[in-house]
């Protein structure tokens, strides 16, 4: 039968107190034994002391001394005087002491002669009788009494039991009081007990429970709403882990997480796919990449284990993939596959422009450096040191110009949102840049005009919308020729666009190839035209990136009539 904890409890207790009650009578009982016989050893002891005294230091057996003392001590009181080597000289109980054996090994004669007396009882030798015995030194002699061990001396020895009474009285009072104690505890351990078995269910609610006001009380109540604080993190941490995988599944990236023995604990769709570009064989495991050689530099990482973070790029059928390790404090991993085919493209344009822009820096720093050299290092006169400083300073401005535009440019596709948004008035835009350029139009004898509504009011950048008409204009005064015409109209409308032609009737662009690299950054029809007219390479670059902030696209083409037309569209309003 299985006890209840109650049960346990009171009879662990239960025990203990017994245990503890029971050393306490024998103890009481016991010291109680000892002071009645050291009560009566005492009584004893005076006797053997007036003895003594009656003697008066006679090493020699005075009888007649001790037979007339014999009327004053108790009628009962047998006498014995014993010399040092244990003969009995007087006995009061015995007539012949032939008898008798020598006392020298007798228990009390002995602890006599060690410790100055002794006790023993037992029954005598000589005549049967049953005697507590006590005997004392006294130099040359001992002098021993011995009381009969009847039922009265016995009596006087034996306990007083109402201590013992006493003690099982407080005993059962304490059990009682223990049965209520484990009464009130057994009833938190029990309803913490209905409270685990309930809340180990899993479609159980919390329930609630009033536990005692006690220490135990406040145990039980702190475990509840630790329990409930636990139920309310493990719903959240549930509804969290749906995230992580939906995010996983949904992430454009190949995610695949491993325990430290490398088993597969989740992975996405994505990551299979990747794999199986990377792979030679088709595999639905995620555990390929452990044996696969394409991965034998991230294996290698492993089985070194030189680190938490390990990254490589894998290239594979064309395409660049980034693998990235990352260990946990668990000594689990994840890795995490990613296509960077178009990143590397863009990385390798961004280098290719890179490279450009220092070819494109290198000219007119180059020619800057060798004119001033000259002036400085020449004995020129006036008019050629002029002439040489005149070319510098105009290398200086295509240098401006230069670092101007490409700081544009990186504005716009960096940190557009640094640029303002206001209202544009285009057609007073175009009178600012006519009147802008006049000297230069006068100069190449073009003639500008449009027909724009005086009211065509846009949402964008001033800076930037100024800058397309600019640069298309500044490329037709550049190389277009001279006793030309610049046209600008809004030929179409709709909700949201106003869509516009720029064109010129000078030269135009043999070979329609060119047309589609005309915005591209530094391209040349030919490889000395930007630099012989002194542009940065970047106008058109800029023109189609600020048509591009402005949610725009643009195209251009051959006129039938002659020239080169640009046909592009701008959002009204951003």
Known sequence: MKLRYKQRLFL??????????????????????????????????????????ALAGKTTCPAPVLDSLMPLLPQNIRLSFIDKKGNVLFDNSLKDLSVLENHAHRPEIMAALEQGKGTDIRVSASNNKKYLYYAKSFGNYYIRVALPYDIQTQRFLKTDNLF?????????????????????????????????????????????????????????????????????????????????????????????????????????????????TITDEPNSDPSAVFGDPAFNEMNRFLSENTGNYF????????????LYLNIFEDKGFEIILNDITSQEKTRLLKQEMTGNIAHELRTPVTSIRGYLETVLEQPLDKEKKQYFVTQAYKQAIVLSELIQDIGLITKMEEVPQMFKLEAVDIDRLL?????????????????????????????????????VFRNLTDNVIRYAGENIAIRISKYNEDKDFCYFSFYDTGTGISGENHLNRLFERFYRINEGRTRDTGGSGLGLSIVKNAIAFHKGTIVAKNRTEGGLEFLFKLKKNL
């Open 12 to 53: 662990y207790f239960a025990i203990i107190f017994a245990l503890f009650t029971v050393g306490v009578a024998v103890f009481e009982q016991s010291r109680e034994k000892t002071f009645r016989t050291e009560m009566l050893e005492e009584k004893l002891d005076a006797y053997t002391e007036i003895v003594h005294a």
């Open 164 to 276: 013992l009474y006493f003690i099982l009285a407080l005993f059962v009072i304490v059990l009682l009081l223990l049965n209520v104690v484990t009464n009130r505890f057994g009833k938190s351990v029990r309803q913490l007990r209905d409270f685990v078995m309930l809340s180990g269910k899993d479609d159980a609610a919390v329930p609630e429970i009033n536990f005692p006001r006690d220490e135990l009380g406040e145990i039980g109540s702190k475990i509840t709403e630790s329990y409930r604080l636990l139920k309310d993190s493990q719903k959240k941490i549930a509804q969290e882990h749906q995230k992580l995988l939906q995010h996983i599944h949904t992430s454009e990236e190949g995610i695949c997480f491993f325990t430290e023995e490398r088993k597969v604990e989740l992975y996405n769709g994505l990551f299979i796919q990747y794999l199986n």
């Open 431 to 467: 009178r600012t840049l006519k009147e802008d350029l006049s000297l230069l139009l006068q100069e190449r004898k073009i003639n500008m005009d449009w027909t724009i509504p005086e009211n065509l009011i846009m949402t964008g950048n001033y800076h930037l919308l100024y800058a």
């Open 311 to 322: 990254e490589t790029q894998i290239k594979k059928q064309g395409k660049s993939f980034s």
